[in-house]
């Protein structure tokens, strides 16, 4: 639900999630959106503009590491199309997004350009609408200012991903009424690719995932491959019970772990992990083993037990009508009829992080006029349990403009 598109159909609020933007900061709106016998109507167009800043917060930096804040004017284009003949769903909503700096980032990717096609359909009319994702290919440009410190550069990043759904992703259930609330499914496949290059089309001295597929099961569990251009391979398969099994092999070194289901014992819960790493080019943690070595790692899932059943989950709950926005959201465009709606994302990953997601979502008649999310991701060392780090991202989003054409096909 915090994918990244702002969404606009005809008159009615939308349960969907993100690349948004936020809502006046503090006036009155109304109090119940209206309800339309359509939502997805082909030939709709919408243009966007208004503003991303992200706060980069880090618990305990690490050395060279400092909290930092990007900032980005953007400039958005949506468009309702009926998709082609064999495509997954029959609307495919595109969106095209370029993004200027006022503030860059020292480190990591600032974003340059973004475009996706999300393909979708709507089932009922009148009051009870609902509008499903299906699928969705993305494409994705930046430049690596990470990349760029080691020399060379400067270099631009660019990925695609391709998302299919097993059960589709609930982007809309109307109407929006208040205290109503659902979980997302969770099983998808997701396939990526991403090239880091200069203009002379060499890359960066770091080594970077080239490509990975990922096939995620309802109950949280995934099988993900991965390859890294220093040749280097990576598979991870995560069961539901939380155990798992990662292998990575190449030409620097290999290493095999397994994770076991926590284990209870006199002072609590440990995790037994059982690896061999040969040889030791990147450094000794875990030290180098021919022969399996078994460790008792501190438990250091969520409540210090067994693993929370699913993996993974994402939960979406309508507030209701926002009489007054936040503060954050000072300088958005006012619009009616704006509703809250608030997402809760956990994800434990048993090869080392725990991230957890809130967001609020103002969303007035299918637009999203102000976002507020705050992800935290925690990483621990398999082998012993031990924290690495603590990161958290503030992301706010700001709708100034919003301008739609008059459709240019009839509504279907």
């Not at 450094?283 to 693993?307: E, H, I, R």
């Amino acid at each position: 639900m915090h994918s990244s598109r702002i969404f606009f159909f005809s008159s009615v609020a939308v349960a969907a999630g993100a690349l948004g933007a936020c809502s006046g900061g503090g006036g009155s709106v109304a109090s119940a959106p209206p309800v339309n016998a359509k939502i997805l109507i082909a030939g709709k167009v919408a243009k966007f503009t208004g503003s991303d800043t992200i706060v980069h917060t880090y618990a305990s930096p690490l050395p060279g590491q400092a909290n930092f804040t990007e900032a980005y004017a953007f400039a958005q284009t949506t468009t309702v199309n009926l998709a082609a003949a064999g495509a997954p769903a029959p609307y495919d909503v595109n969106t095209t997004v370029t993004f200027t700096a006022s503030q860059a980032p020292p480190a990591g990717t600032q974003k340059e350009s973004a475009t996706n096609d999300s393909f979708e359909t709507q089932t009922g009319s009148g009051a009870n609408v609902q509008v499903l994702l299906v699928a969705e290919n993305s494409a994705t440009t930046g430049i690596d200012i990470t990349g760029g410190l080691t020399g060379g550069g400067p270099y631009t990043i660019a990925t695609t991903s391709s998302t299919k759904y097993t059960t589709p992703q609930t982007l809309g259930i109307y109407p929006l009424a208040a205290g109503a609330n659902y979980a997302e499914p969770l099983a998808r496949t997701v396939a990526l690719t991403e090239t880091d290059a200069n203009a002379g089309g060499a890359g960066p001295a770091l080594a970077y995932e080239s490509s990975a597929s990922s096939t995620f099961a309802g109950g949280g569990s995934l099988a993900r491959t991965a390859q890294f251009t220093n040749g280097e391979s990576t598979s991870l398969n995560e069961n539901v019970n939380g155990s798992a099994q990662f292998q990575e092999t190449g030409p620097l070194f290999s290493l095999s772990e397994t994770i076991g289901v926590p284990v209870a014992g006199a002072t609590g819960y440990t995790i037994p992990v059982t690896y061999t790493r040969q040889p030791a080019s990147l450094g000794a943690t875990p030290a180098p083993s021919a022969t399996p070595v078994t460790s008792n790692a501190v438990d250091w899932y969520p409540g210090g037990g067994l693993p929370a059943q699913p993996l993974s989950s994402e939960t979406i709950t309508v507030k209701g009508a926002a009489t007054a926005l936040p503060a954050a959201c000072s300088g958005a465009l006012a619009e009616p009829n704006t509703v809250e709606l608030d997402e809760k994302l956990s994800t434990l990953n048993v090869d080392g992080s725990y991230e957890t997601l809130t967001q609020q979502r103002f969303d007035s008649n299918g637009t999203n006029v102000c976002i507020l999310r705050t992800t935290t991701t925690n990483t621990y060392s398999v082998t012993t349990g031990l924290p690495l780090q603590s990161t958290t991202e503030t992301y706010t989003q700001i709708l100034t403009n919003l301008t739609v054409p008059t459709a240019a096909a009839a509504q279907t």
